[in-house]
């Protein structure tokens, strides 16, 4: 089998299937590649003749979580052995299009993504895992989210 990727992308957000990504992959990188974990940060959607919300710790607070994750994922990485670097990259905008733009410039060999989303989110957003399966200039790698008997993420 030959070397792993040497650059891969991992789309992480607050839901559990963000787990499942991370882990997807950390098991296809060299030994001592880059994992760079990207979190979108989406303006909330403003109602007509309503007050725009105040946002003014969004992107703090994401921030803040972005950086727990890429310190849990480093740790984790050097426990398992893995020379790999880790990192964390905050983008803002609608997320199919703000994530293939990144990879596009930041020479990404593999973008790793959940292939699962609300009904809500799909019908309002569109398919995140669609689009950037469809516009994605490098590979890509759908991780489906275990379920549990009732149809829920658990991991």
Known sequence: MGPGYRHVACCVEGSLAHKSV?????????DDATLTLLHVVTQPVAMMATPAP?????????ESWLRDV????????????????????????HPGISVVAWCKDSD??????????GHFDRA??????????YHSPCDVHLVRPEMDEDGNPTS
């Open 22 to 30: 991370i882990a997807a992959g950390a098991r296809m990188l060299d």
């Open 54 to 62: 105040d946002i003014s710790g969004l992107f703090d607070s994401a």
């Open 70 to 93: 890429v310190t849990n994922t480093q740790r984790q990485l050097e426990a398992a052995g893995s020379h790999a670097t880790v990192d964390g990259v905050l983008l803002e905008g």
């Open 108 to 117: 990404v060999d593999l973008l790793v993504a959940a292939s699962h989303r």
């Open 124 to 133: 309002l957003l569109g398919s995140f895992a669609t689009y950037v399966a």
